[in-house]
């Protein structure tokens, strides 16, 4: 979220969006701008129905103020989270509150168009299941499980969905509906998700991701850092001390963190041992709460080569917060990793880190999503745009 501190339309919307200002006499306290100023700018912000009056706010001395709160009814965000094997598409109001979800299973090893045709049919039935018309939706968010060029918000050069390398996803789904369309890596997407929702103070916080990938997400104050060419965070593909035995990974190296340790490599050796039907990091989850001993073992086995990797992680970004989410996000699995991290790591990296198990789960890739959505429809440009016309 922005949080630079002009004084136009916009920049007052963005505070009364973070909540940093609720009645007229902040914003004048924030901005400094005289009252008939900034009774200016609110007007033209009610005018334009981005901004509503709540009530009255409790009294300071005198008449209590007027509140004032976005508006979060007047159109929806249609987010759609990709994963390897499924995908959840999920329809959210302005206010980041889930209306209606719905999972569908998808092959990112699939064309791009077909994977997407599926996703907008998936959309239309949530859109009908929440009353929604088509032309309430403001924005579409797409979260992918592979690195994204920060600049031109297409996938660059993905490890596991290589068909997908420049495709042009938002141009394909605005010939569905005309709205911005937001591109992001799922593990960073989720960061955000975490970091906005669930640890608002955290001033940094990485969010590993253990599904049929491996991947992590690095958010500072409230942001996305995508790394220059969209690929911070990408551990998966890290070698490691020890290799994979020798597997091939997905991307078509040996050496991989993801080809040990990821769940569609614990499907793999699951499947060899003698697990015929475990296809996916989902399976693989299921034995592991069913109390498997080889799927437990393997999980453990998997936390400690994460762990290693995570400890050049945490001393590289000091993380006030690392949450672990995904298929395989378990207590065994985090268990593993913090007794190989904490050893391998410098005390000063470790003594105030918080390592939790995410608590949104699959909501937290639609709630990062569609609030970098909102991000990008609420701008200051585009909400000086909206006041100005
Ligand atoms: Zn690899």
Redesign the pocket.
């Known amino acids: 979220m922005e949080r630079s501190s002009g004084t136009d339309p916009g920049h007052v919307f963005a505070m009364i969006r973070q909540g940093r200002c609720t009645t007229r006499a902040e914003i004048q306290a924030a901005t400094g701008l005289s009252r008939i100023t900034v009774g200016q700018r609110v007007d033209a912000l009610l005018a334009a129905g981005l901004i509503r009056e709540s009530g009255r706010a409790a009294s300071t001395g005198g008449r209590r103020p007027l509140q004032l709160e976005m508006v979060t009814d007047s159109g929806v965000i249609v987010a759609m989270a990709l994963n390897t094997r499924h995908a959840m598409v999920g329809l959210l109001d302005l206010g980041m509150n889930l209306l209606c979800s719905e999972d569908i299973p998808a092959d990112v090893s699939r064309p791009p168009a077909e994977t997407l045709d599926d996703l907008r049919e998936a959309s239309r039935r949530v859109l009908a299941k929440a009353g929604w018309p088509e032309a309430g939706v403001v924005g579409i968010g797409v979260s992918v499980p592979g690195p994204v060029d920060p600049r031109t918000g297409r996938l660059n050069e993905p490890?596991i969905m290589t068909g997908w390398h420049d495709y042009d996803i938002a141009g394909r789904l605005q010939t569905w509906l005309p709205v911005p369309v937001t591109v992001e890596n799922d593990a960073n997407a989720m960061a955000v998700g975490e970091m906005r929702s669930a640890y608002p103070d955290a001033p940094a916080l990485v969010f590993l991701k253990v599904s049929t990938g491996i991947g992590a997400g690095i958010a500072l104050n409230g942001q996305v850092w995508p790394g220059y060419d969209g690929g911070a965070g990408d551990i998966?593909?890290m070698r490691v001390d020890g290799g994979s035995d020798g597997r091939v990974?997905?991307?078509?190296?040996t050496g991989?963190l993801?080809?040990t340790a990821s769940g569609g490599a614990i499907a793999q050796q699951l499947r060899e041992k003698g697990y015929s039907d475990v296809r996916s990091a989902r399976d693989v989850a299921e034995l592991v709460r069913g109390g498997d001993p080889e799927a437990v073992a393997l999980i453990a086995a998997a936390g400690e080569r994460i762990g290693e990797v995570m400890a050049a992680v945490v001393c590289i970004v000091n993380p006030q917060t690392v949450v672990i989410g995904g298929d395989l996000a378990s207590p065994a699995l985090l268990s593993a990793i913090i007794s190989s991290m904490v050893p391998r790591s410098m005390p000063r990296a470790t003594r105030n880190l918080r390592i939790e198990l995410s608590s949104l789960g699959e909501e937290a890739g639609l709630e990062g999503i569609t609030s970098l959505v909102v991000d990008d429809v609420y701008s200051v440009d585009r909400v000086n745009q909206a006041v100005s016309r």
């Not at 990974?249 to 190296?253: H, K, P, R, T, V």
């Open positions: 490890p998966g593909h990974c997905s991307c078509g190296a991989c993801a080809a």
